[in-house]
Nanobody, 122 residues
Framework: QMQLVESGGGLVPAGGSLRLSCAAS????????MDWFRQAPGKEREFVAA????????YYAYSVKGRFTISRDNAKNTVDLQMNSLKPEDTAVYYC???????????????WGKGTLVTVSS
């Protein structure tokens, strides 16, 4: 099993920034593509961003491209999500996830964290 623990969520005004972090343990970190997903109240869980095993390639949902940046540190077994220019519609629980390949589909994920709440006030 892989354990994923997110941190860094909170309340931020529109236009502000937050940095989420996810610490992984239990499995070989570099065997996995790392993703961030989010789920807003009453909505389905949706893909936000992904980073490949060596950090060489990144992928983003259209709604966050240009505002969010995903990165990983394979020496520390962590993956971060820097979120800038936040909007009220970014309000959601954000989940760290590990997958065997690049995917934007939640049902292809092997491991999930418990999530961290991000609230953007208008």
């Amino acid at each position: 099993q892989m354990q994923l623990v997110e941190s860094g969520g909170g309340l931020v005004p529109a236009g502000g920034s937050l940095r989420l972090s996810c610490a992984a343990s239990g499995r070989t970190f570099t065997n996995y593509v790392m993703d961030w997903f989010r789920q807003a109240p009453g909505k389905e869980r949706e893909f936000v961003a992904a980073v490949t095993r060596n950090g060489g390639s990144t992928y983003y949902a259209y709604s966050v491209k240009g505002r969010f940046t995903i990165s990983r540190d394979n020496a520390k077994n962590t993956v971060d999500l820097q979120m800038n220019s936040l909007k009220p519609e970014d309000t959601a629980v954000y989940y760290c996830a590990a997958a065997p390949f690049v995917t934007r589909t939640w049902n292809a994920i092997d491991y999930w964290g418990k999530g961290t709440l991000v609230t953007v006030s208008s």
